[in-house]
Nanobody, 126 residues
């Protein structure tokens, strides 16, 4: 059973930084490949793609976070999202997700992802 557990959310002032982490368990070992992603959602709005990381290490970002956020995965396979220069409009619940097999979906294609964490709240005050 796949489990994704996010951590690292919190409250920060505009211009500040946060680092989110996502620990995954239950993912099938090689040769299975996964695309990992970060998404966010504000109540009453559709879930929005933030960044995706393919198995080959290539990353893609939403235009709204380019040059401010960075997605990465460490040697322990924990997924991270480094968020710098945070803005009030970045306030949302942030979710980690995994998609098994095939090419990495476009960052906007949250419906393509198979597994989801419970989310961690990020609040940015002005």
């Amino acid at each position: 059973q796949v489990q994704l557990v996010e951590s690292g959310g919190g409250s920060v002032q505009a211009g500040g930084s946060l680092r989110l982490s996502c620990a995954a368990s239950g993912l099938r070992p090689r040769p299975y490949k996964y695309c990992m992603g970060w998404f966010r959602q504000v109540p009453g709005k559709e879930r929005e793609g933030v960044a995706v990381l393919a198995a080959d290490g290539s990353a893609r970002y939403a235009d709204s976070v380019k040059d401010r956020f960075m997605i990465s995965q460490d040697n322990s396979k924990i997924l991270h999202l480094q968020m710098n220069n945070l803005k009030p409009e970045d306030t949302a619940m942030y979710y980690c997700a995994a998609d098994e097999g095939g090419p990495c979906p476009h960052v906007s294609q949250h419906v393509a992802f198979d597994y989801w964490g419970q989310g961690t709240q990020v609040t940015v005050s002005s």
